[in-house]
């Protein structure tokens, strides 16, 4: 069964990045995938929570309510362990 938050990850993400275990690379090669993002040193949900509230140079503006960001932070740290 599927998360919310890889729903959402669906819905918001996957234009971009590779969100799903197992995943190798992304539709947009500088992307990290969602597993490499879930397995860096320190990664954390508060981290998280900042780097997608603010603006990115790369990243398009994508506006997410709070309930929508921890969905989706929830899934990406689900992935830990996966490359």
Known sequence: ???RGQALARERC???HAIERGMRSS???DAPTFGRIANSK???ARYLSVELKRAHE???DIRL???ERRE???Y???LRGAN
């Open 1 to 3: 069964m599927q998360s």
């Open 14 to 16: 996957a234009e971009c």
């Open 27 to 29: 539709p947009i090669a």
């Open 42 to 44: 320190g990664m954390t």
């Open 58 to 60: 790369i990243m398009p």
């Open 65 to 67: 309510t709070s309930f």
């Open 72 to 74: 989706i932070i929830a």
């Open 76 to 78: 990406i740290l689900s």
